[in-house]
Every structure is written in structure tokens, then in C-alpha cells.
């Protein structure tokens, strides 16, 4: 019985975004939720990583950006975010709120539980 209840749980936590391939390299795939959109990118080397889909400087979608290594540059102002911590890279200050992602085999699954910075 407890076993179930945290099977539930795991199922809550995590859903699946679809296929690495669905992702176009330097990329990024746009999550709809009830807290908003979640950027899903991937890099040249088929990494995968969520921010919230708002550039920390004035909101911009960072989905429409492109990622030049672990880095993705924001459409509109040109602000470098680090895919990995969320941070603007110095001078700019600001973060984007990140969240767990993982690829098994060739499915991407995406945690909703934002990553405490
Ligand atoms: S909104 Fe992203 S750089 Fe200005």
C-alpha cells in the first residue's frame, strides 16, 4: 500500500515532455503549466535543461532564444542566461527559476518542483 502511495507521487513529480528528438538543438520545447511556461532546452551535445520560460530582465521568452553551449541568449535584449543555474551571466543580474529534467533513453521527463537556488 505504501509502496502506491509513493509511486503517486513520483507520477505527480515528473512528466514526461516527449522525445529528446522533439527538442530542435539548440532549442528549446515550451512546457504549458498552471505555474507557467517551462523553457526545455537542449544543447548541441544533447543536454537537456528547464528554466522558467522568463528572461530575470524584463520577462522575455527565453524558449525563442538560441543556446550557444550551456548558455541560451534571450531574444530580446540579448541577455546570456546559464542553462545550469539560471543565473544572468556578470554584468546582468538576475535568475531565471530552474527545475529538474532528465532523459531517459530517449524520453525527456521534467519535474514541476522549481529547484531552490
Ligand atoms: S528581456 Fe531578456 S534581455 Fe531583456
Redesign the pocket.
Known amino acids: 500500500m505504501q509502496q502506491a502511495e509513493t509511486m503517486a507521487v513520483a507520477a505527480e513529480e515528473w512528466i514526461e515532455v516527449g522525445r529528446l528528438e522533439d527538442i530542435p538543438r539548440q532549442g528549446a520545447r515550451v512546457v504549458r503549466c498552471a505555474q507557467g511556461d517551462i523553457a526545455v532546452f537542449r544543447t548541441v551535445d544533447d543536454e537537456v535543461f528547464a528554466l522558467r520560460d522568463r528572461?530575470p530582465?524584463?520577462?522575455?521568452p527565453l524558449s525563442q532564444g538560441i543556446v550557444h553551449g550551456k548558455r541560451v541568449a534571450?531574444p530580446?535584449?540579448?541577455?546570456k542566461i546559464h542553462l545550469d543555474s539560471g543565473l544572468a551571466v556578470a554584468p546582468d543580474e538576475g535568475c531565471a527559476a530552474r527545475f529538474p529534467v532528465r532523459v531517459e533513453g530517449h524520453r525527456v521527463w521534467l519535474s514541476l518542483k522549481e529547484v531552490a537556488t
Open positions: 528572461c530582465h524584463k520577462g522575455g534571450c530580446l535584449h540579448d541577455w
